[in-house]
């Protein structure tokens, strides 16, 4: 087995709700193309997750966002 096999880059995004699909296909795209360059991976290899979490449940220093 290649050694690539195991640098599969899985990324996840952690985001208001709210963003269209169109929105959220080109940011996993830009995201894409980056970790291609910037990893030498493959296309193919890269993973984007996007956990969209209502407005209500985001806190900063304990005050809800």
């Known amino acids: 087995m290649a050694l690539h096999l195991f ?3 899985i990324i ?3 985001m208001y709700s709210g963003k269209t699909q169109r929105e959220k296909d080109k940011l996993a795209e830009a995201f894409t193309e980056d970790i ?3 990893l030498g991976v493959k296309k193919e ?3 984007i997750v996007f956990n969209e ?3 209500g449940n985001w806190y900063a220093s304990g005050i809800r966002l």
């Open 7 to 9: 640098i599969m880059p």
């Open 12 to 14: 996840n995004v952690k």
């Open 36 to 38: 291609i360059k910037i």
């Open 45 to 47: 290899e890269v993973i």
């Open 53 to 55: 979490i209502p407005h």
